[in-house]
Antibody, heavy 116, light 113 residues
């Protein structure tokens, strides 16, 4: 079964850091682009970042450039999102999603709350 | 960035009736290499992640009931639920994957009348 499981969310103060992880199973992880997509409470979906198969290319939404870093470890079938200088408007459920042009597999999400 | 705009923001439909959701992009998302439109539809139920329903504007994902159908080309697209069931209550999103960033519509909430 193709599966993505996120972890690492929690409560963090403004200006703080958090690292999210996504464990992949049931497919050849190294063959796919991977993404992070977030959803603020009661709001719609926002693509955050993606990374290519070998980790040599990554792209970010403007609002997180310079603060967030996406990475992957193909040996461990793992995707990560390092989030620094967090702001209140980063509060959201963060999903990892497999990219086959469209997003055919999503994790259950992990909640990040930025608040003092 | 390509902006995706859905209409309406919400709609209430009687059980067994048709539900229609529209999605418009600010530029054509027709991919010339395969003559297919780079448009996907997702369903999101409360407390759950989005679920892929339709890709390439009209191809139903495996396991998706055939009451869901997608149509359109270029900049204008439609998701149709031919006979609304109680389990279809959800928010529906369109997404373009023609350009980066991959942008979503704002969502359309479907409820039972």
């Amino acid at each position: 079964e193709v599966q993505l499981v996120e972890s690492g969310g929690g409560l963090v103060q403004p200006g703080g850091s958090l690292r999210l992880s996504c464990a992949a199973s049931g497919f050849t992880f190294s063959s796919y682009w991977m993404n992070w997509v977030r959803q603020a409470p009661g709001k719609g979906l926002e693509w955050v970042a993606n990374i290519n198969q070998d980790g040599s290319k990554s792209y970010y939404v403007d609002s997180v450039k310079g603060r967030f870093t996406i990475s992957r470890d193909n040996a461990k079938n793992s995707l990560s999102l390092q989030m620094n200088v967090l702001r209140a408007d980063d509060t959201a459920v963060y999903y990892c999603a497999r990219d086959t042009y469209y997003y055919d597999t999503w994790g259950q999400g992990t909640l990040v709350t930025v608040s003092s | 960035d390509i902006v995706m705009t859905q209409s309406p923001d919400s709609l209430a439909v009687s059980l067994g009736e048709r539900a229609t959701i529209n999605c418009r992009s600010t530029l054509s998302i027709l991919y010339s290499s395969n003559n297919k439109n780079c448009l996907a539809w997702y369903q999101q139920k409360p407390g759950q992640p989005p679920k892929l329903l339709i890709y390439w504007a009209s191809t139903r994902e495996s396991g998706v009931p055939d009451r869901f159908s997608g149509s359109g080309s270029g900049t204008d697209f439609t998701l149709t639920i031919s006979s609304l069931q109680a389990e279809d209550v959800a928010v529906y999103y369109c997404q373009q994957y023609y350009g980066t960033p991959r942008t979503f519509g704002q969502g359309t909430k479907v409820e039972i009348k």
